[in-house]
């Protein structure tokens, strides 16, 4: 069962699965949203939103092929500025002009590769709800983090400096993504899973207040696959996946979704 205990109370949350192509993805890869497109109308998983974050280069494209079929769309980034002289860069407003209506914000790949800090995070954040998108904020600890204990402590402290103080529920996903599990094939256990989540809606609610904390959606990203999609998902406080590798392919991201099929939520 997907559902948020705070305060208390328990709250239910529609699950989303989101996937994200990182940098990967030409043209031709659009066949494979057209084949998600096309399975789940065929065999809809009414239990759970779909969300697919291709390349910003795809991005129109996909908005055409998704069109009607109720798949969201998100970007993988976003610029904190409106527009000016920052070259290369794309803002959240270009994103949502090209059909985005959700952004990826602090993924660890842009925050190990490019030196993102939790203030830059907490700004694109920002841009995302100035443009109106959903901002999917990723936090997560390294290995050697983890290996030392300091998971708690380091995803409280990146939450303090990442999700904006008026982060509402409506408009904001957190993702939890320990570093060491992306792409590894690794993944924390099912009792880590949720002593984390717990945590993380725990912080968001002396943050955001309860009623926030407890509408929003917090994924679980890192190694998720069709084989440990079930242990994964259906920890307490874990309201979906945000899915790499296994998105790339309709056919394993629709497996993914799933296991939320006849699960009553
Ligand atoms: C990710 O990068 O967001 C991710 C979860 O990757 P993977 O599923 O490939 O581990």
Known sequence: MVIARIGGRVTRIKPLVAGNWKMNGLGGSLSELAALRDHLAASPVPEADAMMCPPATLLTRAHEVLSGSGILLGAQDCSPHP?????????????????????????????????????????????????????????????EQYREGHTLDVLRSQLEGSVPEGARAGTTIVAYEPVWAIGTGLTPTPPEVAQVHGLIRTVLGQMLGDSEAGAMRLLYGGSVKPSNAADLLFVPDVNGALVGGASLKAKDFYEIMSVYAGSGI
């Open 83 to 143: 527009s000016g002289a920052h070259t290369g860069d794309i803002s959240a407003e270009m994103l949502a002009d090209a059909g985005a209506t959700a952004v990826i914000v602090g993924h660890s790949e842009r925050r190990h590769d490019h030196g993102e800090t939790d203030a830059e995070v907490h700004a694109k954040a920002l841009a995302a709800y100035r443009a109106g998108l959903t901002a999917i904020i990723c936090i997560g600890e390294t290995e």
